[in-house]
């Protein structure tokens, strides 16, 4: 077993991710496309901190947990996709994630020092937000370009 990548997970878990990932997409669309928020997710959670129409700390509140779902269901799915092995694993090919995870974070911080400069107000919310989920996407384009790449040049 090559000792570098023994961190990353089977290769199977690419199929849980996209079921992931897809859950969470449709429970987005639903939630924040159409405005939709299920009954079934009213629940009372535990809040370290919360400020609706006051601001509490440390106590349950009663909350529609369908936006974080959402949230969850992306994250963990694109995060499985990401540090999932590829079915054919290579000696090289930690040297292309590697590359790519760093030029997927200084694309990302590039474009969070832009947000910083250019958009302001709730635009600027949602950009923090898109962000959690931007330098995984982002390395795992990048990635699966340098794959496509070095494949391309071995079969010539």
Avoid: H
Avoid at 29 to 52: C, H, M, N, P, Q
Wanted: without cysteine.
């Amino acid at each position: 077993m090559n000792k570098e990548n023994n961190y990353l997970l089977p290769n199977k878990f690419k199929w849980l991710s996209l079921g992931l990932i897809i859950s969470g997409f449709i429970f987005g669309v639903i939630r924040f496309y159409y405005g939709i928020k299920l009954e079934v997710f009213d629940i009372t959670v535990f809040a370290i901190y919360s400020s609706f129409f006051e601001t509490k700390y440390l106590t349950f509140i009663q909350n529609n947990f369908g936006e974080e779902i959402s949230g969850l269901l992306l994250l963990l799915g694109i995060f499985l996709l990401v540090v999932s092995k590829e079915k054919n694993e290579f000696p090289e090919i930690m040297k292309l994630r590697l590359r790519a995870f760093f030029l997927s974070l200084y694309t990302n911080t590039i474009l969070l020092i832009l947000s910083f400069l250019f958009v302001f107000g709730f635009g600027f919310i949602n950009v923090m937000i898109a962000s959690m989920y931007s330098i995984m996407i982002i390395y795992y384009i990048i990635f699966n370009y340098y794959l496509f790449k070095y494949n391309r040049s071995t079969e010539q």
